[in-house]
């Protein structure tokens, strides 16, 4: 991990993020009553969800396999304070690869300012290059081209447009 510290000043890692009660983790069920679901709807609509939905839509998530979800813990309050996940894709082209996604990255308005949304979506980032993904991609607001460009991530010439239908 430690090209995710020399990305970063100070240089903080996912096993030392910077405050001692900080804990970068994977998702785990217990997350529901820690906040998980609240972090979320600093980034959209996430609807009327109760602890058996997200357990049910967790437990296909862990049977479908690829998804790497992944949390940051304040561990005084026990609150989940900040999010992003990894998710991989089985691919026939480039030779059978596997290809990751970022997605639902948030970091909580309070704790903005110490590097965490950078130092999770390093990590992240760097768990899909271990996986042996060839590329990760993501989609963003207008306003987060320059953070994403902070950490590696390019606008490809040519290739830079994301598309949408909505039901
Ligand atoms: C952003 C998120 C995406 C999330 C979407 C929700 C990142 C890198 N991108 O595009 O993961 O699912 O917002 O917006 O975190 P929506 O409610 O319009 O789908």
Not at 76 to 92: C, D, H, Q, W
Request: aromatic share 10%; glycine share 8%; with cysteine.
């Amino acid at each position: 991990w430690n090209s995710v510290r020399s990305s970063l000043n100070p240089p903080i890692s996912n096993e030392e993020p910077g405050e001692p009660w900080l804990l970068v983790r994977p998702l785990s069920i217990m997350d529901y009553s820690k906040g998980y679901v609240q972090i979320l709807s600093q980034l959209t609509t996430v609807g009327n969800i109760s602890k058996a939905d997200f357990e049910r839509q967790f437990w296909r998530m862990q049977n479908a396999g690829g998804y790497y979800v992944t949390v940051i813990e304040d561990t005084r309050s026990n609150k989940i304070i900040g999010a992003a996940s990894l998710i991989t894709e089985f691919k026939i082209i480039h030779s059978c690869g596997l290809r990751a996604r970022l997605e639902d990255v948030v970091v909580n308005n309070t704790y903005r300012g110490k590097q965490l949304g950078k130092l999770i979506v390093l990590t992240v980032s760097l768990l899909s290059k271990k996986l042996g993904c060839y590329k990760m991609s993501l989609d963003c607001k207008d306003s987060l081209i320059p953070f994403y460009k902070s950490i590696g991530y390019k606008l490809e010439p040519g290739n830079a447009n994301s598309m949408v239908v909505r039901y």
